[in-house]
């Protein structure tokens, strides 16, 4: 049975391979080579991911793709994409094109408000908190302002504090609501820093001011904290043409609007369908949302909690016809960075920033909501004409073939072989095996 260790963040790259090679794989010589391969050969760009976590043995790459042809608001874009998986990259292009020659995507920011908290436990007179904060408003912004001077200087800041009696929900239970405006910035260090300032402040305004009173002065602060749900953090994007200019796959364009407008109906009323059909929209934003470095997990939690808001977990894009023009659309919370973090660290991150022509927030807030409009119209007008396997099969076919084996030789005449016919894992088995006969 393997023993802890301590100090195991002292020990060198080298020694910490060596360790986990030894004890917890089957092959230690193996795995070492393995970890030592996919180091980056350019020694400053490996100490550069090396200091952007903890105890790091190796990289975990991710395709880094490019979906071109991209028309938003006018302008062309080229889209960088980091994801693993078949046929989002394709179906981009795909929806891209298709919009291409129809107008191409709108998009507009709605609204850029981040939240952040101060929770904290009060045992006093709720009437004398709230005249306690009332007194204190000036306080609490004046406490924060050698940290907000500079975002002030350029726009943004502290904009607004609310207290919040809570006590309905968890006995004694307030906090602090305040909202931010963070420019070009995601902002998490930022507001973490001045929630915690303002926190401060608190318990030691609560002290003068509560004077003697042990019970109401002695303010307990739980957390300060960021929100990762952001509605008021909000884009828009969307997509139409006349109903007519609906003309591809084989359908009649009457009838593709339609089950358009049904597939999605239907993921607004059944959290079964919406969970995967929200999962196709997230396909397209967290692909932009990596390559361009930001916390595609934090974007994650705000998009589906905000998908939820009505009270039951519902589709995120939106469709309809009206005056004989069909509409896509979709109104979803991201708050993205385009300055500090992995923005101005990751060479590649850099460079996908330039692809996309050094955008400000605001522009990058309107082309990632944009992929994932392109996505989930992919994978929709899929479902409703020729089904979702036979693109994704196909896609996925040279995953197949490097599963079983398959050599370049092999590979190009499967490909060709599976032109016409429908792809499996046993069907693409059994090819390769015939043609190896």
């Not at 001045?194 to 957390?223: D, H, P, R, W």
């Not at 089950?259 to 929209?281: E, F, L, S, W, Y």
């Not at 692909?287 to 995120?316: C, M, P, Q, W």
């Amino acid at each position: 049975m393997n023993a802890p260790i301590e100090g195991f963040s002292k020990l060198s790259k080298e020694e910490k391979i060596h360790w986990i090679a030894h004890n917890f794989t089957e092959q230690p010589k193996k795995t070492e080579q393995l970890l030592k391969r996919y180091w980056n050969i350019d020694g400053e760009v490996q100490k550069i991911h090396d200091e952007f976590i903890e105890n790091t043995l190796s990289n975990y790459y991710l395709p880094f793709a490019i979906a071109p042809n991209f028309l938003i608001n006018g302008a062309f874009y080229a889209l960088p994409m980091v994801i693993e998986e078949s046929s989002v990259v394709a179906a981009a292009s795909k929806a891209a094109k298709f919009w291409l020659s129809r107008g191409g995507f709108k998009a507009e920011v709605l609204s850029t408000e981040k939240v952040g908290q101060v929770h904290f436990v009060f045992k006093g007179d709720t009437s004398k908190l709230f005249h306690f904060f009332t007194d204190i408003q000036e306080t609490l912004h004046r406490s924060v302002e050698p940290i907000t001077r500079n975002m002030e200087k350029r726009g943004g800041g502290l904009k607004k504090i609310e207290l919040r009696d809570k006590t309905g929900d968890i006995e004694q239970y307030f906090q602090l609501h305040c909202t931010f405006e963070t420019l070009d910035a995601m902002g998490a260090n930022f507001i973490n820093s001045c929630l915690e300032q303002l926190a401060s402040t608190l318990k030691e305004s609560a002290n003068a001011y509560f004077g003697f009173n042990e019970t109401e002065k002695s303010i307990e602060v739980v957390m300060s904290i960021l929100s990762n749900y952001v509605p008021n953090c909000l884009v828009k994007a969307e997509v139409s043409c006349p109903v007519e200019m609906l003309n591809e796959d084989g359908m009649p364009p009457e009838e593709f609007a339609t089950k358009m407008i049904q597939a999605v109906q239907i993921a607004k009323v059944d959290p079964h369908r919406a969970v995967t059909h929200n999962k196709g929209v997230m396909n397209g934003i967290d692909a932009v949302v990596l390559a361009t470095g930001n916390d595609f997990r934090a974007v994650e939690a705000g998009i589906h909690a905000y998908a939820a808001k009505g009270g039951s977990y519902s589709s995120l894009t939106h469709a309809s016809i009206k005056e004989g023009i069909f509409h896509f659309w979709i109104e979803v919370p991201l708050a993205l960075g385009t300055v500090g973090g992995l923005t101005s660290l990751h060479p590649l991150v850099k460079l996908a920033l330039e692809i996309l022509q050094h955008p400000r927030a605001k522009q990058l807030m309107q082309i990632t909501a944009v992929a994932g409009l392109a996505q989930n119209f992919a994978a929709l007008r899929s479902l409703v004409t020729t089904g979702i396997q036979k693109g994704h099969m196909k896609m996925h076919l040279l995953n197949i073939l490097n599963q079983i084996g398959a050599n370049d030789m092999e590979k190009k005449e499967l490909i060709q072989f599976f032109k016409e016919r429908t792809v499996s894992n046993s069907t693409v088995k059994e090819a390769l095996e015939n043609l190896r006969s």
